[in-house]
């Protein structure tokens, strides 16, 4: 029985999470462009890759040739000679690994403009294909760097390379945990008044933080609150409250959070002059003073959060201290 091949398009090898087309037709080089953008990117010494739109893991043209132990140029000929009606063969063979592996390709690279520049992003499949042809199939041209690379890259393990030197999750679970907390940024990023700050925005870093440690921030885990009441006592006690003038705004709970239905709420909001009192009292008096572990331990002792997420998440908020000059 003939093994089904896919089709390498902007709509082919969805992530997981995203519904499949059955029916997809193949899609030109200019629809792909046009369709398509780019993730997340980023260079690795000689190596450039990147995640498009689609979640499809892609090496950069030079990247591939670093792989693959050849010219750049020499990758930027298959893509030029990719679909001419005297097939090479060179491209023959890569595409018979590319066939073998159940992929087919219209082009070997998608041009993507992204950040004023055009990107020429080679799939995972592809670059596979690619660098198994050098590693064994190029005759006197094999490149020992193809073969120890393929080695260590083939089967998923290119595109799990890709995914982790981006720390892009592929299955969607890290987007899914932010989910209730951008919900709250949403009806709140622009809720005090000019001239003013409030904590929730303030507290971005320790809520990120917590959810990256694994904590379920949500309806019963509003970490702001317990620094909104810590600092607004600190304000009374420090002699705050006869140098500013703090004031009210309208804070808004998401529907999925059951304060919502008190919406609107007054929350403090304070004064810009005083953001560097604040920040410095969140550092030394909330995060290293303890109160923010007194307010773990007992998420941990009502079972809302593991004692490792508290341990993690309060060894990454309390960064090291700049070296001594001469030290």
Not at 190 to 205: C, L
Not at 265 to 293: H, I, M, N, T
Request: glycine content about 8%; proline content about 5%.
């Amino acid at each position: 029985m003939a093994k089904s091949t896919k089709e390498i398009s902007s709509s082919a090898n969805k992530i997981s999470v995203l519904a499949q087309n059955s029916t997809s037709k193949e899609i030109s080089q200019k629809q792909a462009s046009f369709n398509l953008g780019i993730e997340k990117n980023a260079d690795f010494g000689d190596v450039g890759m990147g995640v498009l739109s689609d979640g499809t893991p892609y090496l950069n043209q030079r990247g591939l040739a670093a792989l693959c132990g050849v010219q750049n140029a020499h990758i930027g000929t298959i893509s030029s000679q990719w679909n001419d009606d005297d097939e090479k063969p060179r491209i023959k063979a890569i595409k018979a690994i590319l066939e073998k592996a159940g992929y087919t390709a219209a082009s070997a690279h998608f041009e993507i403009l992204h950040a004023g520049r055009t990107h020429y992003c080679y799939p995972a499949e592809v670059c596979l294909a690619v660098l198994e042809y050098y590693a064994f199939d190029a005759g006197s041209n094999c490149q020992p760097e193809a073969r120890d690379n393929f080695r260590l890259l083939a089967g998923s393990k290119l595109r799990e390379m890709i995914y982790s030197q981006l720390g892009y999750d592929p299955s969607g679970k890290n987007s899914a945990k932010f989910e209730r907390w951008h919900e709250r940024i949403a009806l709140n990023y622009q809720s005090a008044p000019k001239g003013y700050f409030h904590v929730f925005n303030e507290a971005h870093t320790i809520i990120y933080e917590l959810i990256m440690a694994g904590a379920d921030i949500g309806a019963n885990f509003v970490v702001d609150i317990s620094i909104g009441q810590h600092w607004s006592k600190h304000w009374e006690a420090s002699g705050l409250a006869a140098q500013f003038e703090r004031g009210k705004y309208p804070h808004r709970y998401p529907d999925s959070h059951p304060q919502s239905k008190s919406n609107p709420q007054e929350s403090w909001c304070y004064p810009l002059a005083a953001l560097g009192e604040f920040r410095q009292w969140l550092q030394d008096v909330y995060l290293e003073g303890g109160k923010f572990q007194g307010y773990l331990q007992g998420k941990v002792s009502k079972g809302q959060i593991a004692p490792s997420v508290a341990q993690l998440a309060i060894a990454t908020l309390t960064p090291p201290a700049l070296p001594k000059p001469g030290g």
